[in-house]
């Protein structure tokens, strides 16, 4: 899910259904803006704060909604692309057996 889940009004639910789809021991890669936006000189009016985003996230936040819906946290990072935007990737795995 590479910059879809800022658009999604109820991510965890959402996601709970991704769930459903993965195989098991299937993976999830997630892309999603960084709170870490506030940090350049442009701050709230940064393209990650645009008003068709429901949110934006933190490692944190990210951590925790991943988390919840039972999947294993296998990488998170938060860059900074060459574009300048700031963004989060994840990659998660289920785990059932």
Do not use: C, W
Request: glycine residues 4%; aromatic residues 12%.
């Amino acid at each position: 899910m590479n910059k879809i889940i800022e658009y999604i009004e109820t991510p965890k639910i959402f996601l709970k259904k991704v769930f459903k789809l993965l195989e098991k021991q299937g993976y999830l890669y997630i892309e999603a803006p960084s709170i870490s936006a506030l940090k350049s000189k442009l701050g709230h009016n940064s393209e990650e704060f645009f008003i068709e985003h429901f949110r934006v996230f933190s490692k944190k936040s990210l951590e925790f909604l991943i988390t919840r819906i039972k999947l294993k946290i296998i990488y998170i990072k938060d860059i900074k692309k060459n574009s300048g935007k700031y963004t989060l990737i994840a990659i998660a795995k289920k785990n059932e057996n």
